[in-house]
């Protein structure tokens, strides 16, 4: 190069021979960081893309339908007591929900484990508990099934 000879960089920086090395230097440690940055950010992009891609992909998963949900003929005892007239027919959910609230209420869970508890005479009757126990929220499913007939 010519004493005065300009060459164009990236980003139209200009290095002349008139800057001193270390200035030159500086210049090109900063356009290599700023390549730097760039390169990152297209990585993250490119991850980015190929998430996208995979899960615009995916099956969507179908809800399967279960006995749960149906409406069902639930017995005059459980009916009740759940202060529910006659013929009403609700889904294993919703009775399930009304009895754990009758439940939560009427404070019948214990204190120090609130996942349990102990029915009172009229809850166990309905559950058919001879003797009365404490058992979990999950095992009352197990004690209120015979109430429920299919449609």
């Given at each position: 190069?010519?004493?005065n000879q300009t060459v164009i960089a990236p980003e139209n920086v200009v290095?002349?021979?008139n800057q001193s090395l270390e200035e030159q230097f500086q210049n090109v440690s900063n356009d290599l960081q700023k390549i730097g940055g760039t390169a990152r950010h297209l990585q993250l992009t490119v991850k980015e893309l190929?998430?996208?891609v995979r899960?615009?992909?995916k099956p969507r998963k179908v809800k399967k339908h279960t006995v749960?949900?149906?409406?069902m003929t639930i017995s005059a005892e459980l009916l009740k007591y759940l202060k529910q007239p006659a013929g009403t027919t609700l889904t294993k959910s919703e009775s399930m929900k009304?009895?754990?609230?009758?439940i939560k209420n009427t404070n019948l869970q214990n204190k120090d484990n609130r996942r349990m508890f102990t029915?009172?005479?009229a809850l166990g009757k309905v559950l058919n508990?001879?003797?009365?126990k404490s058992i979990t929220f999950v095992e009352l499913n197990k004690y209120l099934a015979h109430h429920f007939t299919p449609n």
């Open positions: 190069m010519s004493s290095y002349t021979e190929q998430r996208n899960n615009a992909c749960m949900h149906d409406p009304a009895v754990s609230l009758i029915p009172d005479k508990m001879t003797p009365i």
